[in-house]
């Protein structure tokens, strides 16, 4: 069968509806520009009852909660995790990545943390700094007007702090902090770690009159109802659609590769429906990838022509190489300071960390070159499966016996409910050209598109990182009185470092540059090598900052999308 | 239709709960009605294959109806109901069991295996099952079982004391995960309100206090539904 193309040329194709490919559709619709979105996943809205999973209940399902067919729990509102069926990747052999997909219109920002933090001037600029790494081509005064638009159009609670490396902005005012945020300012003051309020994402004051504000039920990862949260279909693409914007949405459409013409040029994207499971094509005159930073490699390494031999925009090589990770360690510690604890008030409070403590170290004195933040969990959360098991451990640390039933049982989990604080190290790692994913000629999916196999190995720099952010939990937690659970992660289990991609931070596979044969994209998210196609996911990214990368997607998304339009108005491209 | 009244329309449209944006009015600072949200309880939010799949474990069958009443009367062994919230049964405990173990396969050898231990030692203890036995019974073979070695890890230690540890945690977590095992926790949250910072006796009773200075920049509640409204410099000014 002939693979069936579409009649109309779309103004834009934009791959991918997560963050940067919302504020692409936003902004590139809102311009009046005639759009195409191509998800890989179902539509999801966060307001349909249906698929919706906020306030509920665990005993309204005979799972409760548990974690078995959704890797955060069943109601995490991420359709696909670390696996997703039908859609394998491989692995070099000795080396790790875990790769996170969602697939739904929307894509991870329905179930993301919301945590929205500014990279700053010392971020974009790495090497000058410590030798490490590469230079962004551009630097915080180019991201920072955009940085202020995300803000007050997606709405951003924080405070305006006056750091050099974590910018202020346009915050919304924060929530109180809980009991547990408390415990652990106070036991931070104790070390001298900084401590302020979060910066996240949730409407804690109305910014407009189509999106509701924050009900405190702590469930972000579950995607509001209300839309009080960011994600990218209620707070990007619906609105474009509802201003009367040419958006039309292709959903369970899977993209294989752009299509390019005798001049190398971009003409579209052919894609996979997922429902007929046939090959289709879309064709428009700028293509705009913004699939995820794995994803948006993997379609140009499979968009091979004669024009492209070596994959769309891989004239340098360099396509899915420096991919990187936010490097992560966690811990958690038994405060008995928080034993005993009324249950008569609601602390759900918003779906995160009302404080956190931004990097505070000088890396100059240590023995790895970049920081991380601290994010901090705790308090009196929703029992879902697995609440209430091993009821009584931390009677060991009153020298009383663990186990027993009946019901002491009842009083043992009373007396423990909310006494864990728990803490994620988030930082920075260097990105290397030695960690990339390829194409793996040998597997492909269940729609016959080759998939990724990857290359990643973490340095000792990441490790003794892990390392402080362990002896850092530990020194809070003892300040707070508390007892560290667990074992300490020591050398042989790399201080607890994560596997790499298991912070779900991956970027860098299309960095951008001034130098079309060190870089794939140049400083505004465009292909050195086709004027006409643009990454706005983590891809351009040349390095990660220890802060997560959803705001700087946003920011840089926007960005492109302008010079899309200005390109487009000049007949440029 | 304005964009306001479309969404407002868009959502009313989505099912039968209404689920409805409040007046939104900007002039005065009184936060809006309390906010209506949907819960639905007809779905609980699974994709068309998760449905399936939960089906598929509901169709299959893994303990006996013998195996059925031996995993309650341990579990009012294990927890027994108090007033006024109840036990086991009323949070479906062994029904949940009967599920999980399907859902987790890898706990069935545990689960199926110190079912028949707990019978073969009942029976050789007593010359009766388990679930015949008296309380006083089911209490002694109990308390064999409910202590573990806190050094050794569990899996390194007997069958029937990793059976014990594994069924108290089904028991447990199943109970507090139900309607009144929520009840009796106590939990009040997973419902609409407003976070306005934890009560003064709370903050007594833990020794801890606000920093003045801290709450200064936290939001005023009273003005949430205020639109937010910026100086150059960043300053809300509503």
């Known amino acids: 069968m002939q693979i069936k193309e579409s009649s109309e040329i779309y103004d834009v194709i934009i791959v991918g509806s997560g963050a940067g490919g919302g504020m692409a559709t936003k902004q590139l619709a809102d311009a009046g520009l005639n759009v195409a979105v191509v998800e890989a996943g179902p539509f999801f809205d966060p307001a349909d009852p249906v698929t919706m999973t906020q306030l509920k209940w665990p005993y309204e399902s005979p799972r409760r909660g548990a974690n078995t067919d959704r890797a955060f729990g069943e109601w995490d509102m991420s359709y696909g995790d670390w696996e997703v069926e039908g859609e394998p990747y491989t692995h070099a052999e000795g080396t790790t990545f875990k790769w996170w997909r969602s697939r739904m219109l929307g894509g991870r920002t329905n179930h993301w943390g919301r945590i929205s933090l500014r990279f700053g001037p010392k971020d974009f600029k790495g090497k000058t700094r410590d030798g490490h790494g590469d230079d962004w081509p551009i630097g915080y005064e180019d991201v920072k007007p955009y940085y202020d638009k995300v803000d007050k159009l997606i709405g951003v609670f924080g405070t305006n702090e006056g750091l050099e490396n974590d910018p202020d902005g346009f915050f919304l005012p924060p929530p109180k902090p809980r009991l547990h945020e408390l415990f652990y300012i106070n036991g931070a003051k104790k070390s001298g770690i900084p401590v302020i309020p979060g910066r996240l994402s949730m409407l804690t004051k109305r910014i407009n009159n189509e999106r509701g504000v924050c009900f405190y039920c702590g469930q972000c990862s579950r995607s509001c109802q209300v839309y009080a949260d960011f994600s990218s279909g209620s707070c990007l693409i619906f609105p474009a659609q509802k201003s009367g914007g040419k958006v039309k949405l292709y959903v369970n459409c899977m993209v294989r590769e752009v299509t390019t013409n005798e001049e190398g040029k971009a003409t579209g994207v052919s894609y996979i429906n997922k429902e007929d499971r046939k090959e289709y094509k879309l064709r428009g005159k700028v293509v705009v990838l913004a699939a995820s930073a794995c994803s948006s490699a993997r379609i140009l390494l499979n968009s091979k022509s004669r024009q492209h031999p070596n994959g769309l925009g891989n004239s340098s090589n360099l396509v899915g190489k420096y991919l990187h990770d936010s490097t992560g360690a966690s811990a958690a510690g038994f405060i008995p300071g928080l034993m005993n604890r009324k249950t008569s008030y609601n602390e759900d409070g918003v779906g995160g960390m009302h404080v956190y403590s931004p990097w505070w170290g000088d890396n100059s004195k240590l023995d790895f070159p970049r920081g991380y933040h601290i994010e901090v969990w705790g308090g009196m959360g929703q029992p879902n499966y697995g609440f209430g098991m091993n009821p009584n451990d931390f009677n060991k640390f009153f020298g009383l016996k663990v186990g027993g039933y009946g019901d002491s049982l009842r009083d043992d989990v009373k007396k423990y409910y909310g006494s864990v604080i728990g803490f994620g190290g988030r930082g920075e790692s260097i990105a290397r050209k030695e960690n990339y994913c390829e194409i793996d000629p040998t597997t492909v999916d269940q729609f016959g598109i080759p998939v990724l196999k990857f290359h990643y190995k973490w340095s000792d720099f990441e490790r003794n990182q892990a390392k402080h952010m362990q002896d850092t939990f530990e020194e809070l937690i003892h300040n707070m009185g508390g007892h560290y659970l667990g074992e300490k992660p020591g050398k042989d289990k790399d201080y607890g470092l994560h596997a790499p991609g298991e912070i779900i931070h991956e970027v860098g596979t299309t960095r951008m540059g001034d130098d079309p044969k060190t870089s794939v994209t140049n400083k505004f998210n465009q292909l050195h090598d086709v004027d006409n196609v643009f990454i706005v996911d983590a891809g351009p990214f040349v390095s990660q900052a220890d802060k997560n990368c959803t705001w700087t997607i946003l920011a840089l998304s926007w960005r492109a999308s302008d010079y899309i339009i200005e390109q487009l108005k000049q007949q440029n491209i | ?238």
């Open chain 2, 1 to 238: 239709m304005d964009r306001r009244k479309s969404i407002e329309t868009m959502i009313l449209g989505v099912g039968a709960s209404a689920l409805a944006f409040h007046g939104c009015n900007t002039e005065n600072s009184k936060p809006a009605e309390e906010v209506a949200v949907n819960t639905d309880t007809k779905y609980f939010g699974r994709t068309p294959a998760e449905l399936e799949r939960i089906e598929k474990l509901n169709a299959e069958r893994l303990f006996t109806d013998h195996d059925m009443e031996t995993i309650t009367a341990l579990s009012l062994v294990i927890l027994p109901p108090k007033e006024p919230f109840g036990g086991p049964i009323e949070a479906e405990v062994p029904e949940m069991i009967e599920f999980m173990g399907k859902d987790i396969p890898e706990m069935q050898p545990t689960l199926k295996g110190g079912l028949m231990w707990l019978d073969h030692k009942c029976n050789k203890e007593f010359g009766v099952e388990f679930k015949a036995a008296t309380l006083e019974q089911q209490k002694q073979i109990c308390d064999e079982i409910c202590w573990h070695d806190i050094e050794k890890p569990l899996d390194e230690q007997p069958l029937e004391i990793q059976f014990f540890a594994l069924m108290r945690n089904l028991v447990v977590t199943g109970y507090y995960t139900s309607k009144v095992g929520i009840a009796d926790l106590g939990y009040k949250g997973n419902t609409p309100n407003v976070w306005d910072g934890v009560p003064q006796d709370v903050l007594d009773q833990h020794g801890v206090a606000y920093d003045p200075e801290w709450i200064a920049k936290c939001v005023d509640q009273s003005k949430r539904n205020v639109i937010a409204e910026w100086d150059e410099n960043g300053n809300l000014l509503t």
